[in-house]
């Protein structure tokens, strides 16, 4: 695999902390949540089922571009769980990395909001998942992102981003 941050990206359920968690093991480099770096208020806002609108995400994705920019600087890439819905987003975040790759994790609806149902302790409610489709751009070709079923589990998908990854 070539050194350098990726990110996992995709609506919130689909399993972005679970395949970063994985990928950054295999790889030897740091995971990131995140989701750690919402601002106080935008986890409110979340928690009471409030979208996040672009003004919300700004100071938040600003914040992780930073942190992509100081691993690419320092020689110590990382693995980052970030929804990056849109290219306006991800393109904040290229901004840290112009060499940033992307881990597309893309499913169904209902087997993502099954999976939502099923855990616990995340601010994150089901009932903001349409929001969450209905903003979800999907990258383009020029975006170097790995497409990834979610019907796999973490340690299906595992093996086909590295290969992409090589």
Known sequence: MKNGNIVVMGVAGCGKSSVGRLLAEATGVNFIEGDAFHPPENIERMRAGVPLNDDDR?????????????GRESGQPMVLACSALKRRYRDVLRGGDPDLRFVHLRGDKTLIAERMRGRSGHFMP??????????????????AAIPCDVSLPPEALLPLILAELD
Do not use: H, I, T
């Not at 700004?58 to 100081?70: P, S, V």
């Not at 089901?126 to 975006?143: I, K, N």
């Open 58 to 70: 700004a100071g938040w994705l600003a914040n992780l571009a930073d942190k992509l920019r100081q």
């Open 126 to 143: 089901e009932s903001l998942l349409d929001s969450q489709f209905r903003d979800l751009e999907p990258p383009g070709a020029d975006e």
